[in-house]
């Protein structure tokens, strides 16, 4: 393998896997991306040109996509839709890009042979009850809630579809809630960090008591370069670093580590349809591929709010506009 094409490659996660493949491997890497809000040219920039190439297309152009495709011996494919609340407001954009831009890559990867590994969510099994001790395993039926779960459900079972039908040369990782740089600031965590550094006040929904098991951005992308190297062909590997924590816990470390009071939140419009609780069992991933986390959450949490301290200039010009929309949904 020597050219990997990364879908979504200026996003949250596809930027931090481009730099992870940098650092850590040969690979020749090739970003497309259609620079959605959610993508940031900035983010790629700094990578050294002759390791990797950006084309600016979207993933449902079949042409593009064709021409890219052929080109690369690896397909990761990061590209979606990925914001729950927005996918409550224009379920649209999601079923263009998630499932339309998802078939339009494995028919690529079918005809031109090519090794392809499609990124997802645990969202694909709906939620657990807070006081359940069960975990998400490969073997959860799927229960997806959300316009944005079951557009990513749905793009996970075309792929398995075009392994079993077509032979598709693919494998599936399910990973839960992630945090680290480059997370568009309409997220939970960034959300509240930037209204810290702003002087307002974390907003939780409901009562604060969803819990979502938290994984650092370099830790997921980590398990997603082993199972492209070494995962085996047809196969899903849950992808999770035992992070599980309320909302309300996440904010009063957040408000601890930027010494304000810890009580000093709002309760704001909870979520329609809200998921309780995401968890994950990795066993697959740590026993078949020797995968572990490198991150504790307590620290990586401190750096992420360092990150975030330092970049304000990338995201002080969206910040006004995101809580606009918010206060719209009485968010
Ligand atoms: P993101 O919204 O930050 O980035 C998405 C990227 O895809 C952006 O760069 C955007 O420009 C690009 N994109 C969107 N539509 C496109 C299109 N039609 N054609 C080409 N590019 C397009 O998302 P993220 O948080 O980095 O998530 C990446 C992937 O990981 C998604 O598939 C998501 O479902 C999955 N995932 C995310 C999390 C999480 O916690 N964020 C957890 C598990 C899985
Ligand atoms: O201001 C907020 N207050 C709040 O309490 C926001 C933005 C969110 N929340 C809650 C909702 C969730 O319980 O925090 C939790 C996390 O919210 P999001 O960051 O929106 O993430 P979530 O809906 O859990 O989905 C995320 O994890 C799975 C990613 O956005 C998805 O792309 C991924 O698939």
Not at 32 to 45: I, K, M, N, P, Q
Not at 55 to 79: C, K, L, P, Y
Not at 198 to 214: S, T
Request: net charge negative.
């Amino acid at each position: 393998m020597q050219r990997v094409l990364v879908t979504g490659g200026a996003g949250f996660i596809g930027a931090n896997f481009v730099d992870h493949l940098v650092v850590h491997t040969d690979l020749q890497v090739t970003v497309l991306d259609a620079l959605t809000y959610a993508g940031h040219r900035e983010a790629v920039d700094g990578f050294p040109s002759d390791r990797v190439a950006f084309v600016h297309g979207d993933i449902t152009d079949a042409e593009v996509v064709d021409r890219e495709v052929a080109e690369a011996d690896a397909v990761v494919h990061f590209a979606a839709e990925s914001h729950n609340d927005n996918s409550l407001h224009d379920p649209r954009p999601f079923l263009d890009t998630n499932v339309i831009g998802t078939y339009t890559l494995i028919e690529a990867a079918r005809r031109h042979g090519t090794r392809f590994h499609h990124v997802s969510t645990d969202e694909v099994y709906g939620d657990l009850e807070l006081d359940d001790p069960a975990r998400f395993t490969e073997q959860t039926p799927y229960n997806p809630s959300s316009p944005y779960s079951s557009t990513k459900a749905a793009s996970d079972l075309l792929v398995r579809a075009w392994v079993r039908s077509f032979g598709l040369q693919a494998t599936l990782s399910n990973c839960s809630n992630n945090y680290g740089p480059w997370q568009h600031i309409e997220k939970f965590i960034p959300r509240q960090i930037t209204n810290l550094l702003d002087g307002r006040r974390p907003r939780l929904y409901g009562e604060g008591k969803n819990v979502r098991d938290w994984i650092h951005v370099d830790d997921h992308n980590s398990a997603v370069l082993a199972v492209l190297q070494r995962g085996r062909i047809g196969e899903t590997y849950l992808i999770g670093a035992d992070g599980e924590r309320s909302n309300k816990q996440v904010v009063e470390q957040l408000l601890t580590t930027m010494g304000r009071p810890r009580d000093d939140y709002d309760l704001v419009a909870d979520r329609p349809g809200h998921d309780l609780r995401y968890a994950i069992d990795a066993t697959k991933l740590r026993t078949e591929l020797g995968w572990t986390p490198r991150y504790d959450f307590d620290s990586g949490l401190a750096a992420t709010v360092e990150w975030y301290r330092r970049h304000e200039d990338w995201w002080r010009p969206v910040k006004e506009a995101t809580e606009a929309r918010y206060a719209k949904s009485g968010q």
